[in-house]
């Protein structure tokens, strides 16, 4: 059990991607929802799981427990410090995001880390946030016409975005060397 206590550089790394995520969220939130709604919905939809990046990414980087929680709440606390459409609502699905990833790592036992287990935490987390978006955000849309669609879509493109994206980021990290004092660093070759 002690290699899942955290350590400080856990600690610090997983707050710097957070925060670096919170402002890129921030900035991202003013295209996603710019004016007149630059990218329409299904689109919107398709590139949603840039909003779930953090958490795949701080598991697969930092590697313990708790670890895609922390990292997605932090990002959404930051881009709610810079102001966003959405307000205070993110204080609440940033942690739930974080959670539906955090579910797929504590599944496999925080143990693998692989291509596929990390895009199965990307669809979790899409899933968690679109089910969200479908209960307060459009609770009056019919669920065979909108909120399935919307779901499935949602899940697609986590898995895509956050789950592989996630895993390719971390292993561009890798090759750099920046992660030499994560597990993460010392499985170059690992796919």
Known sequence: MSNNR???VDIVVAAVLGVAFGVVFWAWGLLYNGPADAIPMPARTLLY???????VLGALVIRKPGAALFTETVAALVSVAFGT??????????????????????LFAYRVYRLPVAALAGAAAGLVAALYDVLYWYPGNSWASF?????????AS????????????????????????FPAGRERAAV
Do not use: C
């Not at 799981?49 to 958490?55: D, E, H, K, S, Y």
């Not at 895509?160 to 561009?172: H, M, N």
């Open 85 to 106: 459409s959405w307000g205070w609502t993110l204080v609440l699905q940033g942690p739930l995001e974080g959670l539906g990833a955090e579910l797929v790592f504590a």
């Open 49 to 55: 799981g840039v909003w779930l990046l953090p958490a």
């Open 158 to 181: 986590s898995l895509v975005i956050a789950g592989v994206g996630g895993w390719a980021l971390t292993r561009a990290l890798v090759n750099t060397g920046v992660l030499e004092r």
């Open 6 to 8: 955290w350590r400080t």
């Open 147 to 155: 909120g399935v669609p919307y779901l499935a879509l949602t899940a």
